[in-house]
């Protein structure tokens, strides 16, 4: 029996989306496509899913799943941030829930060619698209010293990344994951806790060879303007970074003034597009950590269009 990547807070997630009968739901980053196949089992009749991906691998395995749904499922290869040209051109307008788990998929995770994890030894790729240019090895092999030390300290909120940038840049080339870790625990050094040293530089790396913080930013954008009225936004967080991210964005789509305080009477006519659901993120239970270890970091945010 084959074994799929088991999606984040399901329960959650279709109780925040709100699913309905003969709803129109986008998961913008559908992987394998648990929580696309978990809105559409969620109401009968179906409701229509529309399932995007960068990652063509994961998407393959996802359209297989869904087969079964016919015309309820669109699935669609693209980033994310251009949803709202996706939802124009496959009808998809004015849709009633849209999803973004910005997690990676146990199929990212567990094929070693892929090069996300350190656990295998692999090349240094971690490209989301396997059609683009950059990868990992780019960046840690061609990029200036300062420039690697800014992103592994920028994106993996790492403290000692001049320190890492220096020993990655002194052992250059540095071709597998596994030679990577072992550089960056020889500059970090052994340290207590479950979480492996060469973590934080990982992520860093990931996150710049697929842009996915500016790709938040303007998924965010183009998902609100994709929602109809009363529609709900949902987004998943794995680490601090993306979710101050999306919990500033949403603070600035729900606000009706963004005048510097010093400025005596509002002047910038800005007008809410969305109202914030939950205040304070929303964490998975204790249980549904044990089911699914992965959750433990994720954290929901929730809006609704106006």
């Known amino acids: 029996m084959k074994h799929y990547h088991t999606p984040v807070m399901v329960d959650k997630v279709l109780a925040a989306l709100q699913v309905k009968t003969n709803g129109k739901y986008i998961d913008c980053t559908a992987g394998e496509g648990g929580h696309s196949l978990a809105i559409l089992q969620a109401a009968k009749p179906a409701p229509r899913v529309l399932s995007i991906d960068l990652d063509s691998e994961a998407l393959e395995t996802a359209a297989e799943r869904m087969r079964g749904y016919g015309d309820n499922s669109t699935v669609r290869q693209a980033n994310y941030s251009e949803v709202a040209q996706i939802a124009a051109e496959t009808g998809f307008t004015n849709a009633d829930g849209l999803l973004l788990d910005l997690g990676l998929s146990s199929l990212q995770l567990g094929k070693g060619e892929r090069g996300f994890s350190f656990r295998y030894e692999a090349p240094l790729d971690m490209r989301f698209d396997k059609s683009q240019g950059i990868t990992a090895d780019t960046i840690i092999n061609r990029y200036e010293e300062q420039e690697l030390a800014d992103i592994i300290y920028r994106y993996g909120e790492e403290r000692i990344s001049r320190r890492i940038a220096r020993t990655i840049v002194r052992n250059r080339p540095i071709k597998t994951t596994t030679q990577l870790a072992d550089i960056v625990l020889s500059a970090v050094g052994r340290q207590r806790g479950r979480i492996n040293p060469a973590t934080r530089t990982f992520q860093a790396i990931r996150i710049a060879v697929n842009n996915e913080l500016g790709n938040v930013q303007r998924g965010l954008d183009a998902a609100v303007d994709t929602l109809g009225v009363a529609g709900r936004l949902v987004v998943i967080t794995y680490h601090s970074i993306e979710d101050r991210i999306v919990k500033n964005a ?52 929730i809006a609704e269009r106006l």
């Open 250 to 301: 949403i603070r600035h789509m729900a606000s009706d003034c963004i005048c510097p305080p010093s400025v005596p009477q509002c002047a910038c006519d800005k007008t809410p597009t969305v109202r914030i659901i939950n205040r304070r993120v929303i964490k998975p239970s204790d249980e549904e950590v044990r089911a699914n270890p992965r959750s433990r970091s994720a954290r929901i945010r």
